[in-house]
């Protein structure tokens, strides 16, 4: 295990030094191919910030878990078949694809999803799905129907880290900490390839913030956001074929719980807004992007920025030692109690915003009603 966890660390400095290196490259490229962020709207920065910050990602990514999977690949007695590893770097491949052609000229939301669930399909034909459902007392054998919530999960998580990545430093942070926690899961499981590709994960994540914290140089992009969603999805699944059958799905719920959860709530806040809509145009509603996810709510509560990133750093790093708890004791009593308390937390934080946000919008309206009608008049300029 300590030559392993060598390696991990090998991996993920190689990865973080590529990253920072590539970043530079990336900003000109963005700039060069006019994919760049302009002020303005939903955005918070006060000049134009290149958007392709996933191309450095990805090449960091490449370096790190490759240079060490190749140094290691024999010895380690190939953990994972070709078929697997096919998949897995076709769909990656696919997934970067199409939100780097996004980041540069757009796309349709029909399109990437059709990409991002041909992608997920890959993983699923190669053998990675989840296999029963586990409850107190009952593992329920899931069958078919795993293969179509594996590909549900896949192309849920990628689109939630793509959503959550709204504030500079906080995308990249989170998924850092998600991928260690996974690193240390995969450790205990002796999983050579995960820990490998976890830290070539954290690593790149880590090299690229510094340039994405705040105020952010450069920024991830879907190409860079999709990716680390659809590989941390995909190595939960992974992961859950190595583990106990009772907690195979709670242990990346958990992991994943803060940024999918709070996507998962916005969408239904989306759908369910106006009732008497067409059924399609509410579909389409759910997958816009607005500035109602638990980080604008806590900015509304009247946190600043950085405190809002730190905070949902701490809530993510809980979040994660819940899972690793879940998969040390394999209990999934414990693990459904965890769910719940996190859930609520999630609900909690955003009423809270909610709230605050209601508040300050009634007395802003107040304030402009009593301007209107209470302010004393002009006199008219002289003709």
């Given at each position: ?104 000229v ?33 593992d ?50 002796d ?17 690229f ?56 709530v ?7 807004e ?15 992007a ?32 819940m ?5 040390l ?55």
């Open positions: 295990m300590l030559e392993v966890a060598l390696l991990a660390l090998a991996a993920a400095l190689i990865a973080g030094v590529v990253t920072g290196a590539m970043v530079p490259f990336a900003a000109k490229l963005a700039f060069a191919v006019r994919a760049v962020d302009y002020p303005g709207g939903r955005k918070f920065h006060g000049s134009a910030v290149p958007r392709l910050g996933g191309v450095a990602v990805a090449a960091g990514l490449v370096f790190g878990a490759g240079t060490v999977a190749l140094m290691r690949w024999t010895e380690w007695g190939i953990p994972v078949s070709d078929r697997e590893l096919v998949a897995l770097l076709i769909g990656s491949a696919m997934v970067f694809t199409v939100g780097l052609v996004d980041d540069i757009g796309v349709s939301v029909a399109k990437k999803f059709l990409v991002e669930f041909a992608a997920a399909g890959l993983i699923v034909w190669a053998g990675w799905r989840f296999t029963s459902l586990g409850l107190p007392g009952l329920l054998p899931l069958g078919a129907l795993g293969g179509v919530l594996t590909v549900l999960w896949i192309v849920g998580v990628a689109n939630a880290i793509n959503l959550f990545d709204g504030l500079d430093g906080l995308a990249s942070g989170v998924v850092a900490i998600i991928a260690g926690s996974l690193l240390v899961y995969s450790l205990v499981q999983n050579h390839f995960t820990v490998i590709l976890m830290a070539a994960l954290a690593g790149a994540c880590l090299g913030l510094p340039h994405n914290w705040m105020p952010a140089n450069i920024f991830m992009g879907d190409a860079g956001s999709l990716l680390l969603g659809f590989l941390l999805a995909a190595t939960t699944v992974h992961s859950s074929l190595k583990s106990s059958a009772a907690v195979a799905i709670l242990i990346p719920v958990l992991a994943l719980g803060v940024p999918v959860m709070d996507t998962l916005v969408m239904t806040v989306r759908f369910l106006r009732p008497k809509g067409h059924a399609v145009e509410r579909l389409l509603r759910m997958f816009r607005d500035r109602n996810h638990v980080h604008h709510l806590m900015q509304r509560h009247g946190a600043s920025r950085p405190v809002v990133v730190r905070t949902l750093y701490l809530f993510v790093l809980v979040s994660c030692a899972a690793l708890a879940v998969a004791t394999k209990s999934s009593g414990l693990g459904i109690t965890l769910v719940i308390v996190e859930v609520a937390a999630i609900l909690l934080v955003r009423t809270l915003g909610f709230a605050r946000f209601t508040r300050t919008l009634a007395d802003e309206q107040r304030e402009e009603l009593r301007e209107k009608w209470f302010a004393p008049s002009q006199p008219q300029a002289e003709k």
